[in-house]
């Protein structure tokens, strides 16, 4: 008699220290999340040394892969700030290279997805939120509080509409930073119980193991649309960083 023992398939997302770090009390130490994280940042480094080595009129694959990348993120900024983003483009093309990577990386069997975590996601997004309140304020002033009241409001109503408003506008930081984490999250889980289910059929043998490529099949289906999801998900979280930018560069 067979014993299987199935694993969580949250468990993928447990984040474990590799090397233990402690410095003054204060620990340092390096997890699957930080050194994939730092891999990913290496990724895009070799990535952009290659795309960069040799530039021809007749484009390698490298340097077709970055000038896609390129425009996309160009027509992104154009397109949801206009010319005033054109000084912020470093930034977005770095983001989106970012969260690409990252989730990309993520679909790499017995690695780590550092965006399924929502404390990194949140972190980030409470990162640009700060930084594009801060280009307002130094932008125009005491009058990008003026985001919070529409002209001609009754005075009666004012108290709660800004109230509305503010919660209205506070809540982009959570919406943001939970839709990336959630999709990455909810994919690799229902990636990981298919795959389970098949890997249980198999195992058992006779008919069910001859039927166990019907989840195998799903799950192949499931891979290619992951990674659309992957890809589309660094794409939207940046696409909503420029629309939450352009507020507050072009106030109405």
Known sequence: MLTFFITSPLEQFEIVTIFPISLLGLNFSLTNSSIFLILSLFVIIIFLTFSFFKISLVPTLWQLLKETLY??????????????GEVYFPFIFTLYLLLLTCNL???????????SHVIFTFSLSLSIFIGINI?????????????????????????????????????????????LFANMTSGHTLLKIIAGFAWTMLSAGGLLAFFHIIPLGLLVALIGLEFGIAALQAYV???LTCI?????LNMH
């Open 105 to 115: 990386i993520g679909m790499v069997p017995y690695s780590f997805t550092v965006t």
């Open 135 to 179: 280009i307002g304020i130094k932008t125009h002033g005491i009058k990008f509080f003026s985001l919070f009241l529409p002209r001609g409001v009754p005075l009666i109503i004012v108290p709660l509409l800004v109230t509305i408003e503010f919660v209205s506008y506070i809540i982009k930081v959570f919406t943001l930073s939970i839709r």
């Open 237 to 239: 979280f940046t696409l």
């Open 244 to 248: 939450y930018l352009n507020d507050v």
């Open 71 to 84: 425009e996309v993120t160009s027509n992104m900024v154009q397109d949801n700030i206009g010319k005033q």
